[in-house]
């Protein structure tokens, strides 16, 4: 069955990457594109267990590894956009809980209809990325290749529905009723609401306010089914242009709970009230055309330990950004964590620092 289907998505991608359109409408087409990622990367903790502690997809110490393949096939007729988006290898189940379909490492990423009333209101249904955040899960969008604590730690995809309007060339705002976080299927009565309040009104700017909130535990459906557990995040998103080659960015999070039943990755049950919150800032330069280099530093601290389970942890990130064509990208990257408490593996015991060197190669197809 696993073979019969790749090699069905081979075949129409085949037939779409040449840009055939649909015969019997001259507004209709398809179009094909995607990406995969590959990455080494190395701890000096050397721990005994291969891991690096609390990244989401580099995270495997001393191996040469595939991250995510990605497929995306889109049909446009008239005002509707059907999006159909595919994932493969180890790091597509990561992001996607609840989505891997029976005996295969095939895994939806995205699955929605976007309908166009007209140019400034849109309707959007189905599984789709999340609004919140700075970083999308696209590595080669990203400036850095590992991804940011808060993108760990927040939502990372949504299933509902939601209309977004342009008000003006300056001002947009969008909302919608989601199953609630991560979650393809709900796993109570209650919903989430998402909202975004986006502007480029500011010159060389871009700025969005997003939220999600509602009577849900914050986490995967698989860890349990619990009600009265009301979680909601707030955060900005925002980053300046200094010049075409010189960005500031910046993102900080902060999110509340009032739980009477909450499991923690599996653990015993939790109640109470309780905060978290975590920034962070960019900054990108590129020499030129072909290399860039980028710092970010960041910190999520989390008390109650809701989110990380140990309570803080801070990243310092650099990245070269070296773009040998238009659709193949290096990026060598040096990163250290530090948490206030011992939490990272080692060679001889629990450490307070993680530094890691790796290296990702990114190819595009559009």
Known sequence: MNRFLLAAMFSLSVIISHGQDDPTDNDSKFTFSGYLDAFYSYNLNKPTDLRND?????NRHNTIQV???????????GDLEIVGDITFGPNANVANYGNVIAGSAIVIKQAYLAYHFNDKLKLTVGQYGTHMGFEPIESYLNFN????YQFAYGPIYHTGIKLDYQLNENWSVMAGVVNGWDELIDVNESKSITLQVATTAIPNAELALNWIGGD????PASWGNFEGSYTSLVDIAGRY?????FM?????GFGWYNTTAQFFNGADPYSGNGTWWAAAFYIQYYLNDEVGIGFRGERIDDPNSFRTGVGSLNGLTFTVDYKLSENFMIKPEIRIDQSDNAVFTSSD????TQPTIGIAFIGKIR
């Open 54 to 58: 609390f990244r989401v997809f580099d």
């Open 67 to 77: 991250g995510l393949i990605q497929t995306q096939l889109t049909y446009t007729t």
């Open 145 to 148: 290749y590992s991804l940011s």
């Open 216 to 219: 849900e535990n914050g986490s």
């Open 241 to 245: 242009h200094i010049s075409d080659n």
């Open 248 to 252: 500031l960015g910046t993102n900080a």
């Open 349 to 352: 015991g629990a450490n307070t």
